[in-house]
């Protein structure tokens, strides 16, 4: 029985999901901040790794205007979210720090040298909330593209009772979208200043995605 549920959720649930997520986007006042920091780059022949939160990443996929390939767990879940991703066109490479990891992360690095954005949730899949893994890290070290830190905020929305507190925006509200400024991995800087400046970075963005929603006379959910 549990495996007919399954079957149906695969093929039900992601063409449904991209119906909110499209409705949501559509009947949302949009503000976004920064995506000048992508065509700076394409300008220049470069590609970033998109790093975002992965409560937040929901309605990201509306917030970037390319196609990407997006880090996603191997589990049901994750496969959910790639069906949900593909969507809009966006290619899912499976993995994560407890299942096929490595496997992916070279998948990652041979992707890297081809045109497109990489797209990583950093705290995934199972957390600690907001704290950023090494993987990440050693893809910009390793790969030479720069991270660019892309946060999301909302007024209105549900928060999920889940290890990343899940943000599910409602229709008819505010959303912003922040992109931070490109940060390079030097080849001999070591791994935990990297570190250390992403998560200034990324905490950055969120926060300048919250002051914006504020300066419109709301609060972020």
């Not at 063409?15 to 909110?20: G, N, R």
């Not at 509306?62 to 593909?86: K, N």
């Not at 593209?145 to 899940?166: K, Y």
């Not at 505010?174 to 400024?181: F, S």
């Amino acid at each position: 029985m549990k495996a007919v549920v399954n079957r149906l959720l695969l093929w039900l649930a992601p063409p449904l999901a991209a119906v909110l997520i499209r409705c949501i986007h559509y009947t949302s006042r949009c503000t976004v901040e920064g995506a000048d920091q992508l065509e700076r780059l394409w300008r220049q022949g470069h590609y970033a790794i998109l790093s975002s939160w992965h409560d937040q990443l929901l309605l990201l996929v509306r917030g970037y205007g390319g196609q990407a390939r997006i880090l996603i767990s191997p589990s049901f879940d994750g496969e959910l979210i790639a069906r949900t991703m593909a969507c809009f066109g966006h290619q899912a490479v499976r993995g994560s720090s407890s299942r096929g990891g490595r496997a992916a992360f070279r998948q990652l690095l041979q992707l890297a040298r081809q045109p497109g954005e990489l797209v990583i949730t950093p705290d995934g899949p199972r957390g600690p909330r907001h704290q950023i893994k090494e993987g990440v890290v050693q893809l910009a070290r390793l790969s030479r593209r720069p991270v660019v830190p892309l946060a999301l905020a909302c007024n209105r929305g549900h928060r999920f009772a889940s290890w990343d507190r899940f943000l599910l925006p409602y229709p008819f509200g505010r959303l912003v979208y922040v992109y931070g400024e490109p940060l390079w991995c030097a080849a001999d800087e070591p791994p935990q200043v990297f570190h250390a400046r992403l998560t200034a970075a990324m905490a950055a963005a969120s926060q300048r995605a919250r002051q914006i929603l504020e300066a419109q006379g709301v609060s972020a959910v």
